[in-house]
């Protein structure tokens, strides 16, 4: 299911680390249903959307309906999207992986941050 040359030590790790959705913290399953509904199953998350970023700060584990919602979206702006918000997800809900890349990232952007 690696497919970003994530090394394998990393791998390992957060998939210890992130056993729910670090964004919306449900519960996550490993392998895809034969049917049935996926969004619970695991995908592979760069926080920032940097491929070139691989590092326990910015790879993370989400599930496929955060994954396929934020897309390639900024951080901050699918944070505040309509789906985060209906599901009540922001910047206190989330993992304290995705809060530390808000924490760095909010001293880096020179946009001010409503909401987040
Ligand atoms: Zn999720």
């Known amino acids: 299911m690696n497919n970003w040359e994530i090394p394998i030590w990393l791998e390992k790790e957060v998939q210890e680390r992130d056993k729910t959705c670090v964004y919306c913290g449900i519960q996550m399953i490993e392998q895809m249903p034969p049917r049935g509904p996926r ?68 001293k880096l952007d020179i946009r001010p941050l409503e909401g987040v």
């Open 39 to 106: 969004k619970n199953v695991a995908t592979w998350e760069h926080i920032i959307n940097d491929a070139s970023i691989v590092s326990r700060e910015n790879i993370a584990r989400c599930c496929v309906a955060c994954n396929s919602s934020k897309g390639s979206k900024k951080l901050f702006d699918w944070i505040q999207s309509s789906y985060c918000k209906k599901r009540g997800i922001n910047k206190d809900t989330v993992a304290e992986v995705v809060k530390e890349a808000l924490r760095v990232h909010a």
